[in-house]
Each structure stands twice: as C-alpha cells, then as structure tokens.
T-cell receptor, first 114, second 114 residues
Framework: AAGVIQSPRHLIKEKRETATLKCYPI?????VYWYQQGPGQDPQFLIS???????DKGSIPDRFSAQQFSDYHSELNMSSLELGDSALYFC?????????????FGPGTRLTVT | AQSVSQHNHHVILSEAASLELGCNYS??????LFWYVQYPGQHLQLLLK??????LVKGIKGFEAEFIKSKFSFNLRKPSVQWSDTAEYFC????????????FGKGTKLSVKP
C-alpha cells in the first residue's frame, strides 16, 4: 500500500539559510499534518491543512510557513534557520471524512542546522 | 490544555517478561487514544487505537491497551516481550469527533535484553 512520502530524507543547512520540506500524502487523503520531533523529544504539532486550507496551528515559529497544493501535497518552508531547528520533521496524512481514521506518518525529514 | 503523561521514561526488561506502560491524559471530553511505536531510526507506526466501544483494544504484534475512563488512562500491555520490541513508545490523544492534531506523551524507551 502507498505510504506518505517525504523529501528530502536528510537535509543539512547552515544557520540563517532556508529549507523546504515536502510531503506527499497517501492518495485520496485530504488532510496533512506537520510535526517536529527534537532529539529525544516527543513529536510536537506544527500545523495542519484540510482541502488546501490551514485547519489548525500549533507551535510553528513565525519563520516557518506551509501550504497545501491542489494535488494535496504540502510544503514546509523554513527561513532564517537556527541551530534549535535541528530535528526530525514528520508529515502525516488522513481522511477528514473518515471518523475513525488514524494519522499515517511518513518517514520524516532529518534536518541538521550547523 | 490537553496533556499526556507517560510515567516511565526508560523501561528495561528481559525477553519473555510482561510489559505495562502507563499513559494518562487530561481532557474531560470524548477522546480518541493511540499508541505509536518508533523503532530506532524509523518513523512512527500505529500499534493500536481506541475510539469507542470495548475498552480493551488489541493491536498489532501482540500489544493491547485498556481504556479506563474513570482514571483517564490508556495503558499499553504485552504479556511477553521480545528483543525486537526494543523501541520508543508514544501515547497520543486527540479530541474525539475531531480530525485535529495528536498530542503526544514524552515517550517511553523500552529496552529488551536478549
């Protein structure tokens, strides 16, 4: 079965640079969630989208922005990167209209800021 | 605000020992409850989920969890662990009836000695 695809899998950036992370949800999934998992930490919700509109916002810094496109893939744009942004960034997708649906997680993008 | 507490940070067991990982949440309304497992270097995988009905939920790989509403708990159990169960386990909560984000506990690292 198709899974959530994230690219790139690994990314190394320097401080103050920008990064773009991409997420391709499972086909026919209309909702995308972004989570950030710092080293040894639990995943923290950043932002979510349903049908290309932002549906909820968590602890996403103002330096970050995200959007969902017409093909339902989503991109997380990160600017003015800081050392503390080094983390594993997960994307998850689900189907809004399926009440008992779970969130399916992608493999994550490991971002290292040096 | 909702929160999820996992009482054990690190659990060390020998193979064939029984496992119980505690999870408590703070939210007075209807909740959906999940346990995810994260093997070293891998993404989050769903072990089991509870939405409603029978409070004893069976998941993959011999895991089960019991929802006790009066105690706001959703403890994970396995009668006999294997070395391959070595991983980090996250309890997560979502407000029932919504498609909102997951709130994760801090995770419990399980190490199983062969």
């Amino acid at each position: 079965a198709a899974g959530v695809i994230q690219s790139p899998r690994h990314l190394i950036k320097e401080k103050r640079e920008t990064a773009t992370l991409k997420c391709y949800p499972i086909p026919r999934h209309d909702t995308v969630y972004w989570y950030q998992q710092g080293p040894g930490q639990d995943p923290q919700f950043l932002i979510s989208f349903y049908e290309k509109m932002q549906s909820d916002k968590g602890s996403i810094p103002d330096r970050f922005s995200a959007q969902q496109f017409s093909d339902y893939h989503s991109e997380l744009n990160m600017s003015s990167l800081e050392l503390g942004d080094s983390a594993l960034y997960f994307c998850a997708s689900s189907r809004e209209r399926v009440k008992r649906d779970e969130q399916y997680f992608g493999p994550g993008t490991r971002l290292t800021v040096t | 605000a909702q929160s999820v507490s996992q009482h054990n940070h690190h659990v060390i067991l020998s193979e064939a020992a029984s496992l119980e990982l505690g999870c408590n949440y703070s939210y007075g309304g209807t909740v959906n409850l999940f346990w995810y497992v994260q093997y070293p270097g891998q993404h989050l995988q769903l072990l089991l989920k509870y939405f409603s009905g029978d409070p004893l939920v069976k998941g993959i790989k011999g895991f089960e969890a019991e929802f006790i509403k009066s105690k706001f708990s959703f403890n994970l159990r396995k009668p006999s662990v294997q070395w391959s169960d070595t991983a980090e386990y996250f309890c997560a909560v979502r407000r029932g009836g919504s498609q909102g984000n997951l709130i994760f506990g801090k995770g419990t690292k399980l190490s199983v000695k062969p």
